[in-house]
């Protein structure tokens, strides 16, 4: 797991078309969603980084989730902070 700090961010997303091939596996519904940050720094070692301004465009935390048989899938899409963690979105109850 990284130890991760933001500020200011924003909890942001859209809702995405289905291809052929989800809405033949029963994928009924599908969402993308990431976090806008204003500044981010990450734990190294015993330290924290300095503060850092992600690029244009550059989200983190972006993952999918869809329902698919009547159960979410979530698939982490961008930065190894999410896909770091996401065993814990696994948990998700049906």
Not at 38 to 47: D, M, Q, T
Not at 65 to 80: C, F, Q, R, Y
Request: aromatic letters at 14%; proline letters at 4%; a neutral charge.
């Amino acid at each position: 797991m990284i130890t991760f700090e933001a500020d200011k961010s924003t909890f942001t997303g859209h809702y995405l078309d289905m291809t052929k091939e989800e809405k033949a596996r029963d994928v009924s519904w599908k969402y993308e969603s990431w976090i806008e940050l204003a500044r981010y720094r990450v734990r190294e070692g015993n330290k924290w980084s300095s503060w850092k301004t992600p690029q244009p465009n550059e989200n983190f935390g972006a993952f999918i989730i869809a329902l698919e048989s009547g159960k979410w899938v979530i698939t982490p899409t961008t930065d190894k902070f999410t896909k770091g963690d996401c065993e814990s979105f696994k948990k998700i109850p049906e």
